[in-house]
Nanobody, 124 residues
């Protein structure tokens, strides 16, 4: 069974930074592409970036290049999303998700497994 356990998030002031974590099993970490998404109230789920740990390839959505960084810890089997210079429009529920086919695509419909989501609220 593929499980993705998220941590991090919370209330942050604009201009600050935070790091979200997504921890999974060794098998999932190695064999899946793991992506980050977010969904703001009343909006569609938006793909932010995806990492394929076996070759360290990372793809970012154009809208987040520069402020968002995805990384992975091979020991902890954890993928991270760091967001710098947070803005109120970054307020959303953030999700990690895993794709067995490792397509490096940010379409939510392609992802088989999802974390539980974590709320990020940015105050102005």
């Amino acid at each position: 069974e593929v499980q993705l356990v998220q941590s991090g998030g919370g209330l942050v002031q604009a201009g600050g930074s935070l790091r979200l974590s997504c921890t999974t099993s060794e098998f999932t970490f190695r064999d899946y592409a793991i992506a980050w998404f977010r969904q703001a109230p009343g909006k569609e789920r938006e793909g932010l970036g995806v990492i394929r740990t076996f070759d360290s390839r990372i793809v970012y959505a154009d809208s987040v290049k520069g402020r968002f960084t995805i990384s992975a810890d091979n020991v902890e089997k954890t993928v991270y999303l760091r967001i710098n210079n947070l803005k109120p429009e970054d307020t959303a529920i953030y999700y990690c998700a895993a794709d067995w086919s490792r397509r490096m695509d940010l379409s939510p419909r392609l992802y088989d497994y999802w974390g539980q989501g974590t709320q990020v609220t940015v105050s102005s």
